[in-house]
């Protein structure tokens, strides 16, 4: 006689980023950190890959500071990774850098279309190749700093799965901060 059999974990889904471009525009720009260390950017790493680790899929996950390519955070989730996965890592955080906004409100934009987006900013055959605009780069913004501090990179899911989890788990961790969407300059997000 056999044992009935257990039912399998069921995986969290990530939560699916917003669809228009307006929308993704504005948590851009107001989902801000209260200040972003070396620490912080451990912390933020870490949780996306706990998070991903509960996926099948092989992801590689990346922070670094805007200045310099200095790296602050690399890890992939599981084995299957390839060169690959660091060129995408590598595109995504050049175009979030150079636009400064994220690789999926570039996609919104341009509607997933790389010879429009190409055109529209002269970009040649040798440099198109240099930027992606599929979710999965963020634009890392801290309050009161003008401009992009960091860029954080998830490859290896859908491109909205990709920028989802990076939304869905800054969003917990600003939560976690006192510091969530729309909180105030130097006050805490208020509970209801």
């Known amino acids: 006689m056999s044992s009935p059999a257990l039912p399998l974990p069921t995986i969290p889904p990530i939560t699916p980023p917003p669809t228009t ?7 851009d720009s107001t989902l801000q950190f209260p200040t972003f260390t070396s620490s912080t950017a451990w912390t933020l790493g870490s949780l996306l890959r706990q998070r991903l680790l509960q996926f099948p899929n092989p992801c590689c996950i990346n922070i ?7 790296l602050l955070f690399h890890a992939v989730t599981h084995s299957g990774t390839t060169p690959d996965n660091d060129s995408w890592v590598a595109r995504k955080r050049k175009a979030v850098l150079r636009w400064g906004v994220s690789t999926y409100a570039l996609h919104l934009k341009y509607g997933g279309d790389e010879q429009v987006f190409a055109a529209k900013h002269a970009l040649g055959p040798e440099e198109r190749g240099e930027y992606a605009i599929h979710g999965g780069g963020w634009p890392v913004r801290v309050r009161g700093v003008e401009g992009v501090v960091a860029v954080v ?5 859908k491109q909205e799965l990709d920028h ?11 939560e ?4 969530g969407a ?3 300059e130097g006050e805490k997000k208020k509970e209801d």
């Not at 989802?164 to 600003?174: A, R």
């Open 21 to 27: 471009l307006e929308s993704v525009l504005h948590l």
């Open 64 to 70: 670094s500071l805007a200045q310099g390519n200095h």
């Open 153 to 157: 990179v998830v490859s290896g899911l």
């Open 164 to 174: 989802g989890v990076i939304l869905e788990v800054v969003g917990e961790m600003l």
């Open 176 to 179: 976690g901060m006192g510091a």
């Open 182 to 184: 729309g909180a105030g």
